[in-house]
């Protein structure tokens, strides 16, 4: 078990990362970008690059704040990176399969909601790429393909397979209903803030409403216009 001491150390480590990534004035390039040029590609890669190291992270973060042994090692082209654990009891194991994921939505809220954050920059158009994405393709895979989550006896890999595993699966479902709405919004949030988008998008308003239901909850609903 990681002493007190280093898993803060740990957690500030990542925090100060996290937050160099994404606050206004650290990115590498701080204007935003009309032409595709080399830089602004290898920008791009890098913002892609961040935003699977949030994700990785919060693995590992979460792992150590839990006392839950992790041991990574290489992947396939598929997942480059993998991790075995061995957590003591569901709520770790949910928690550290969930965290990932939960970081790049998080991280993407910061992004659309600072305002002194350029959306235009490549580097931050590269780190919303693949925070709206891997939560939308980690669901389909989990829904359609199984090849990132897959399960075989008590062997499991992926992030909503580990869930299911330490759950069960209706709360991996709802998971991975959830992160794929969330992500979608946070898309089409970012979409409206881009230069090139047609003046219509960058015009409609967001229309989000909680409505009572009379079995009791409330349902949330989201209006749009084309």
């Known amino acids: ?56 992270g919060a693995h590992a973060l979460v792992a150590a704040a839990t006392d839950t042994g992790m041991t990574w090692k290489v992947g396939n082209y598929n997942q480059p990176l993998a991790f075995t654990e061995n957590a003591s009891s569901d709520s770790k194991g949910v928690a550290v399969y969930s965290a990932g994921l939960i970081a790049q939505l998080i991280c993407s809220e910061i992004i659309l909601d600072v305002d002194s954050i350029e959306k235009n920059d490549a580097f931050v158009r590269g780190m919303m790429t693949w925070n709206v994405l891997n939560p939308i393709l980690y669901a389909l895979d989990y829904w359609v393909f199984r090849i990132s989550n897959k399960q075989n006896g008590n062997s499991y890999q992926g992030d909503l397979e580990g869930i299911e595993h330490y759950s069960n699966e209706r709360t991996a479902q709802a998971f991975a209903i959830g992160i794929t709405a969330i992500a979608a919004f946070q898309g089409y949030r970012l979409l409206k803030t881009q230069d090139w988008a047609p003046d219509w998008l960058k015009a409609a308003p967001d229309n989000v409403n909680v409505l009572p239901l009379h079995s009791g909850g409330a349902m949330l609903t989201y209006e749009f216009r084309f």
Request: charged residues 10%; proline residues 5%; without cysteine.
């Open 1 to 56: 078990m990681l002493p007190q001491r280093i898993k803060k150390n740990i957690f500030l480590v990542w925090l100060v990362g996290a937050l160099l990534l994404i606050l206004p004035g650290h990115q590498p390039v701080l204007a935003a970008e009309e032409a595709i040029t080399a830089r602004s590609a290898a920008n791009f890669a890098l913002g892609i690059l961040a935003s699977a190291a949030v994700h990785e």
